[in-house]
C-alpha cells in the first residue's frame, strides 16, 4: 500500500497484523520491558518492517532503538521512518535520501476537539473546501505527522503544529510551507516540503522523501 506513494529508491514494508515470527533483539526488549500488550505489539511489528526494508538495500538487521524524542536509530547512511496505527504497521528506509517521514492512521474523523489543536485557521478553512469523500481533518493530521518526521532528523528541533502550513490537493498531494526557519542542507535553506497521499483500506498514509537532487529544483515527492 504505502510503496505506492514512495520512489523506487525507497525500500518499504508494512505489515496489517503482527505475525508471529516478529522477534526483537535483547536492546529492544530493554526498552518496552514494562509496556503494556498493545506498544510491545506495535513496537515488534514496526521493528520486524523496519529489518525487512533494510534487508532489501541489502544491510544487515540490527537493533533499532528509539533516539532523540523517539526518533528510530538507523544505521549509518540510512534515512527511514516508521509508523504504526490499528491494524496497520510500516517502515520505509533509503540510502539515498536526507530525509523521510511517514505516517499511517484510521480513515476516520478526528476525535472532537483535536482540528482546533492541530490546524492553523486557514488550514481548517481550506479543508472545509475540499468536498467529500475524505475524512481530510484526520489526513492533515497525518500530513503534519509525516512532516515532523521528515523535519527531526534535519533540525533535532521541535516543529509544533502551528509552524508549519500544510496545503492538502485532492489529486494525492499535499506540500507544507514552514512557518519557522527552515533546516540548512547542503548549504541551502530548506524551506518546506512536498508529500503524496492515499486512502484505501480504511487507512490514510502519507509520505515526504527528499534527496540532495532535491534541493537544485527537482520533485521533493519521488
Known sequence: MIEKIL????AAEEAFGDPPDATLFPEEEAVIARAVDKRRREFTTARHCARRALDRLGLPAVPILPGE???PGWPPGVAGAITHCAGYRAAAVSLDALT??????PHEPLPDGVLPAIALDRERAA???LGPGVH??????????AVYKAWFPLTR??????EAHVTLTRT?????RFLVPGPQVLGRELTGFAGRWLAADGLLVTAITVRPADLYGRSTSG
Request: net charge negative.
Open 136 to 145: 481530510w481533518d484526520r489526513l492533515l493530521f497525518c500530513a503534519k505527522e
Open 157 to 162: 528541533r521541535w516543529l509544533d503544529f502551528d
Open 100 to 105: 523521510v517521514g511517514i505516517d499511517a492512521e
Open 172 to 176: 494525492g498531494t499535499f506540500t507544507a
Open 127 to 129: 479543508l472545509a473546501r
Open 7 to 10: 520512489p523506487p529508491w525507497v
Open 69 to 71: 524524542r523517539g526518533a
